[in-house]
Nanobody
Framework: QMQLVESGGGLVQPGGSLRLSCVAS????????IGWFRQAPGKEREAVLC????????VYADSAKGRFIISRDNAKNTVYLQMNSLKPEDTAIYYC????????????????WGQGTQVTVSS
């Protein structure tokens, strides 16, 4: 069964950091571009960052620039999202997504979704 599982979410104070993990089972992540999306309360889901098969990142959300870092460890079949200097507006459910073709902010292109992990930034 092909599956993506996110972990690492939780409650953090403004200015803090979290590292999210996305682990694949049933397939190899190195054959996919992996993106992180998020959905804040009352808002549509948006693309945040993506890492290409080559390992180079693409940033979609301006608010993530300079604060969020995406990386992959193909040996562990895992992609990470390091989030620093977190702000209350980063509060959302974070999803990882696998795309066999390319990095894209278009959800229709996603082949597999994780179930999401909640990130809450609050004092």
């Amino acid at each position: 069964q092909m599956q993506l599982v996110e972990s690492g979410g939780g409650l953090v104070q403004p200015g803090g950091s979290l590292r999210l993990s996305c682990v694949a089972s049933g397939f190899s992540l190195d054959a996919y571009a992996i993106g992180w999306f998020r959905q804040a309360p009352g808002k549509e889901r948006e693309a945040v960052l993506c890492i290409k098969k080559s390992g180079s990142p693409t940033v979609y959300a301006d608010s993530a620039k300079g604060r969020f870092i995406i990386s992959r460890d193909n040996a562990k079949n895992t992609v990470y999202l390091q989030m620093n200097s977190l702000k209350p507006e980063d509060t959302a459910i974070y999803y990882c997504a696998a795309d066999a073709w390319r990095c894209s902010e278009w959800e229709d292109e996603v082949d597999y979704w994780g179930q999401g992990t909640q990130v809450t930034v609050s004092s």
